[in-house]
């Protein structure tokens, strides 16, 4: 039987009303850094990392038939709607029972950005960007992936076009209302998360170190 406070903190349709959890999106090129960094987070800070891609492939994996539905229309090249993303976004925040949560791989476009905060109606607290040179993440990848076959040159670049056309306009609207924290990701790893835990660490927190 639900409770009087189970009730409060689920609304009508289903989704979290009350205190809304903490959401940050971060977002990079393929190659900057940020599976390394989410995981530093993690660990340090006490967030749970969602990765978009890991939730559709898990859901693909489960046999539902909302994973045959996504698994067809990943195999025609089609898009994956926005909604279908954001509602296996939305399962996972509800049921992880944390309020802190990195958002790994979107949203990958203007559209998925409106969409998200029109169905979860959270707006992220601010966006997490690794800004790394598109040669080193050239380096990066070709020097990790000896055994992922979309690694070679021509997609590598194919996937930076498509990066940088369909997340800058993101980045770009954060940026506007001051909520995009910029890292330098073509240091070293150590480095780079010196930066993050900048980002991450309370004012008051910083001032009594």
Do not use: W
């Not at 790893?189 to 001032?207: G, L, Q, W, Y």
């Amino acid at each position: 039987m639900a409770t009087a406070i189970d009730s409060a903190t689920k609304g009508q349709n289903g989704s979290l009303t009350g205190k809304k959890p903490t959401v940050v999106f971060v977002l990079g090129g393929p190659g900057s850094g940020k599976g390394t960094q989410c995981a530093n987070i993690v660990q340090n800070f006490g967030y749970t990392h969602l990765s978009a891609g890991d939730l559709l492939r898990a859901e693909i994996k489960s046999g539902s038939e909302n994973g045959t539905m996504i698994q067809n229309m990943i195999k025609e090249g089609k898009i994956v709607p926005s909604e279908v993303t954001i509602k296996l976004l939305q399962r996972a925040i509800e049921e992880s029972g944390n309020d802190k949560f990195l958002i790994d791989g979107f949203p990958r476009n203007e559209e998925n950005r409106a969409a998200f905060e029109d169905v979860t109606k959270i707006e992220p607290a601010f966006i997490l960007f690794f800004d790394c040179p598109e040669e080193e993440m050239e380096r990066r990848l070709l020097n990790r992936n000896q055994g992922r076959e979309d690694d070679n040159i021509e997609t590598i670049r194919k996937r930076f076009k498509v990066f940088l056309e369909s997340s800058l306009p993101v980045i770009e609207h954060y940026n506007s209302k001051g909520k995009v924290r910029k890292i330098d990701a073509a240091k070293p790893v150590e480095e780079v998360f010196e930066a993050v835990k900048a980002v991450f660490t309370p004012k008051d927190e910083k001032a009594a170190v």
